[in-house]
C-alpha cells in the first residue's frame, strides 16, 4: 500500500510518489515505524491536516520533484466552519439546559440530584459505544453527511423535550435528551477535520480552534439562558409556561440549522493545500478503517494523549455539570450568577482557544504549549478549589475565568497535538477517540465528585479533581518526552 508523504506544513514534501518516498533520504531519517504508517484515504478525499512541525526537521527540501497541483481557499470555507460551530452550539446548549438550574428541575420533576446529573451525563454514556461506528460512517460517507445526520438528531431531540413540560413527563425528557446525546457523537470531533479539508496551512489551527469555540459558545449559553428563561417560582404551572418556552426556543434553533446543513457541501471543488490535493488523487479502496484503528492504538505517545485529554476534559465536564450544586452550596439562592459564572468559564476558554490556536499556527510548538496550558489548568483548579467557599461571588468570578481560560483552552491544544502525533491517520478518528476518553472520565469524575460533594463538601470535591489534573500533567510531561525520544 502506498504510504503518504504528505506532512503538514509550508515545507511538506508532499509531491513525491510512495515509492520515491520510502526510497527517498527523508524516509531513512525518520523515527523507527513512522514510515509503515499507513495513510487513510476516503471517498470523498481524506482530511489531510496541514502544519505539522514534529518531524519536518527530518524530511529536507524535496519539493521541486513534481509539479504543484492547483490549490485555492474559497470564501465558503468561513460559512461552513460557522455553520458547523452554531450546530455544536445547539446542541451543547440542550447538554446543560437543566444541569444550571438543576435545583428547579428536581422539583419540578420530583427528581433527586443524580437524576439531573445523568441528563448531562447521558451525553458522555452514548458516545462511548457510538463513536466506532460514526467514524466507520464518517470515513465511507464524509463530512456533510455526518454532520446532516447529527443536525437531524439534535432537532429532533429537541422537538420530542417540548412534550416534557410537565412535572409528570421526566422519562419524555430523558429520552429527548439521549436522542440528542446522539448527535454529539456526529459532531464533537469534526473541528480537526473539517478545518484540513477546507482551510489553508497557515490558518488550520485557528479554524479548529474557532470549531471547538462552537461547542463551547453553546455551553456558555446553556449557562447564561436557562437562569433567565426558567425562574425558580413557586407555582408549578408558571414554572411549565416558563420551561416550555425554553423548550421551544431550542427546537426552534435547532430545526433551522438542520435546514441550513442540507446546503451545506462536502469539499471544496479545488483542495486548499497540496495535502489535500495529494489526498484526492489516493483511491478509496486503499483505505483500511481497521488497520487505522490498530495505529493509533500502537502509538505510545497518542494513546498517553487519549489519557491526559480524557483527564483534562473529563474535570471540565464534571466542573459544569455540578457547577449550580457547587454555587448554590456557599451562595444560596444565587441560580443566575451560578450561570454566570459557568459564562465566564467558557467565555475565558474561548478566550483562551482562540489564542492557542492563533499561536499554534504561527509557533507549531505543540509540546510545549500543550505542556504549559495542562500545568496553567492545574494552578487554576486549585485556586478555584481554594477561593470558592470564601464567601466574595466577585473572587469565584475571577479564578473561574482563569480556570476556563486554561481548562477550555486546552480542547483544541489537544486535537491538533493528536493529528500532529498521529499522521498520517485520519483526524476524524483520533479526535473521536479523544472524545471517548473524556466521556468515560467524565462520567467517573461527575459521580464521584458528586458523591464527595454530597458527604465532604465541595472542597474535597474539587480536590479529587486536582489530583487527577496533577497525574496529567506529568503524564503529559511523558508525552513530550516520548514524542522528542522517538524523533531522535
Known sequence: MPQNNTLKGDRANSELSGEEWLCSKAAKNLAPGFSSLQWSPEPFGRAVSTGSCLHMETLGDQSDLAPKVETKLYHRRWFMLFLFSFVSASNAFMWLQYGIISNIFMRFYNIDALAIDWLAMIYLLTYIPLILPILWFLDNRGIRDVVLVGSAFNCIGAWIKIGSASPDTFPVTFFGQFVCSVATVFILGIPSYLASVWFGEKEV??????????????????????????????????????????????????????????????????????????????????????????????????????????????CFYAVG????????????????NAGRIGLTIVIAGMVGSLICGVWLDRTKTYKQTT?????????????????????????????????????????????????????PESEGTSSGLLNCSAQVFGIIFTICQGKIIDNYGTLAGNIFLCVFLLIGTIMTGKTSVTVKNTQL
Open 205 to 314: 489551527s485557528t479554524a479548529c480552534s474557532i470549531g471547538v469555540l462552537g461547542n463551547q459558545l453553546g455551553i456558555a449559553i446553556g449557562f447564561l439562558v436557562p437562569p433567565i428563561l426558567v425562574p425558580n417560582v413557586d407555582d408549578m404551572d408558571e414554572l411549565a409556561h416558563h420551561i416550555r418556552i425554553m423548550f421551544y426556543i431550542t427546537a426552534g434553533v435547532a430545526t433551522l440549522l438542520f435546514v441550513l446543513v442540507v446546503f451545506g457541501k462536502e469539499r471544496p471543488k479545488i483542495p486548499p493545500t497540496q495535502a489535500q490535493a495529494t489526498a484526492r488523487s489516493i483511491p478509496p479502496e486503499q483505505y483500511s478503517y481497521i488497520a487505522s484503528i490498530r495505529n493509533l492504538l500502537r502509538n505510545k505517545p497518542f494513546m498517553l494523549l487519549v489519557v491526559t485529554y480524557g483527564l483534562n476534559v473529563g
Open 321 to 336: 455539570t455540578l457547577l449550580n450544586r457547587m454555587i448554590i452550596v456557599h451562595y444560596p439562592g444565587e441560580e443566575v
Open 371 to 423: 505542556l504549559a496550558v495542562y500545568l496553567l489548568s492545574l494552578v487554576g483548579m486549585i485556586v478555584y478549589a481554594a477561593t470558592l467557599s470564601l464567601g466574595h461571588l466577585w473572587v469565584v468570578f475571577i479564578t473561574a475565568g482563569v480556570l476556563g481560560f486554561f481548562m477550555t483552552g486546552y480542547l483544541p491544544l489537544g486535537f491538533e497535538f493528536a493529528v500532529e502525533l498521529t499522521y
